[in-house]
C-alpha cells in the first residue's frame, strides 16, 4: 500500500473487530514500525504492553465504560442523544490490546533537544503510536485509541512505575473493514474541517467563523 493510501485509509476502529488472532509475523512488523519513530535525542522514550489476558481487558473495559458515563453526564439534549449512540472503544471484540507507555528518564538526564519542551518526549510517544496506526492500515488491521481511562488506574492494572506514563490503550486487530469516515463525523458528533482553515501564512490569524 502506497504511504496516501495508508493515511487516508486509517481509521480508528471501534465496532469493526473480528477478534481473529494476529499472525506474529505481521504484529512484530507492525511494532518495528513504531519502534522506528523519531524521538527527541533519540530517546526512544515509549515500551509496549501486549494485553491479552481477557480479566485485565475485562477490568480495563469497566473502568471505561464508568468514565464514559462521568462523560456523559457532563453533556444535556442533543449532545446526550448522539454521544449516546457513539461506541468508544472496541476492547473486548479486538484481537489485542497495546498500551503504550512513556519513559521521561529515558535517556537522561541530558536528553538532546528536550532541554527547553519538556512536552518533546511526549511527542515522540505519539509518533510511535502514528507509525503503529499506519503500519496496521498498511497491514489490513485496525486500531483504536481509548482515552476513556484515569492513568492511576491503568497504572495499577498494569504494574506500571509510578515514573511511567500510560499514553493509550490501543486495540489493534483484523477488521471486518475500515469505514470511508470517521465515526464521530457519521453519527453527526463533528466534522472534519477543511485543509484551508488550518494553514496560515506569515502570522497566526484566527481562523474565520
Ligand atoms: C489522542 C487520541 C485519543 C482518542 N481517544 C478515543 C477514545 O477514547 N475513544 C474513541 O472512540 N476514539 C478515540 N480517538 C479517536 C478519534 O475520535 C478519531 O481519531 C477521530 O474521530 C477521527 O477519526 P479517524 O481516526 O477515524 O480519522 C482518539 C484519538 C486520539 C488521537
Redesign the pocket.
Known amino acids: 500500500m502506497d504511504i496516501y493510501d495508508a493515511i487516508h485509509r486509517?481509521?480508528?476502529v471501534?465496532g469493526e473487530f473480528t477478534g481473529a488472532p494476529i499472525p506474529r509475523d505481521v504484529l512484530y512488523r507492525v511494532l518495528e514500525a513504531a519502534h522506528a519513530a523519531p524521538s527527541v535525542g533519540l530517546s526512544q522514550p515509549w515500551d509496549f504492553v501486549l494485553v491479552e489476558d481477557p480479566a485485565i481487558r475485562r477490568a480495563f473495559h469497566d473502568h471505561v465504560q464508568s468514565e464514559r458515563a462521568a462523560f456523559a453526564a457532563t453533556l444535556a439534549g442533543a449532545a446526550a442523544e448522539r454521544f449516546a449512540r457513539i461506541k468508544?472503544?472496541g476492547i473486548l471484540e479486538s484481537s489485542l490490546s497495546v498500551v503504550v507507555t512513556y519513559d521521561p528518564e529515558r535517556g537522561g538526564p541530558a536528553v538532546l533537544g528536550r532541554h527547553a519542551i519538556a512536552d518533546a518526549g511526549l511527542y515522540s510517544v505519539c509518533l510511535a503510536v502514528q507509525n503503529l496506526w499506519l503500519a496496521a492500515t498498511a497491514e489490513g488491521l485496525g486500531v483504536?485509541?481509548?482515552?476513556?481511562y484515569r492513568e492511576p488506574h491503568l497504572r495499577g492494572l498494569l504494574n506500571i512505575p509510578e515514573t511511567i506514563r500510560p499514553v493509550a490503550w490501543l486495540c489493534l486487530g483484523p477488521v471486518t473493514h475500515l469505514e470511508s469516515v470517521?465515526?464521530?463525523e457519521r453519527h453527526g458528533w463533528r466534522r472534519r474541517r477543511a485543509l484551508d482553515t488550518a494553514v496560515h501564512r506569515d502570522r497566526w490569524r484566527k481562523p474565520a467563523g
Open positions: 486509517r481509521r480508528d471501534r468508544v472503544d483504536g485509541w481509548v482515552s476513556f470517521p465515526d464521530l
